[in-house]
C-alpha cells in the first residue's frame, strides 16, 4: 500500500477514514482506545505489516505511551479507507518492540 499518498489524499480531503462497525469500533473500546487515537494511527502509525491493500500500523497512546495495533484497508483512488480492527497487542503475540509477531514453536514429538 502506498501509504504516504494514502495519508496525504486523508489530509487534504480525497479520502475520509471510516470505521469496519461494529467489529473495529468494538474492539478498539475494549481496549479502551477512542476514535482520535484511530485516526492518529492511520496518520501517523508506523507500518510494521503491509499486504497490498491492508496494512497494519503501530501508534503509541499520549501520555502513557501503551502500544497499539490498527488494520486499515484502502483501494487505490477509492473515497475512503477503513479501518478494520484496532486492538493492544499481547505479549503472548508480540515481541516486546511491538514490531514483530513471536514465532510459535511446535511441541516436539516423543
Aim: no cysteine; aromatic share 10%.
Amino acid at each position: 500500500m502506498n501509504l504516504r499518498q494514502l495519508r496525504q489524499r486523508i489530509t487534504v480531503g480525497k479520502v475520509r477514514i471510516e470505521f469496519a462497525i461494529p467489529h473495529a469500533l468494538t474492539e478498539a473500546f475494549k481496549d479502551g482506545l477512542t476514535v482520535e487515537e484511530l485516526k492518529t494511527a492511520v496518520l501517523e502509525g508506523e507500518p510494521i505489516e503491509d499486504y497490498e491493500t491492508r496494512v497494519l500500523l503501530l501508534a503509541f497512546t499520549t501520555p502513557d505511551r501503551i502500544p497499539y495495533h490498527v488494520v486499515v484497508e484502502y483501494f487505490s483512488n477509492d473515497l475512503t479507507a477503513t479501518v478494520i480492527t484496532a486492538y493492544v497487542p499481547d505479549t503472548a503475540h508480540w515481541e516486546p518492540d511491538w514490531r514483530r509477531r513471536k514465532k510459535l514453536r511446535r511441541k516436539r514429538r516423543r
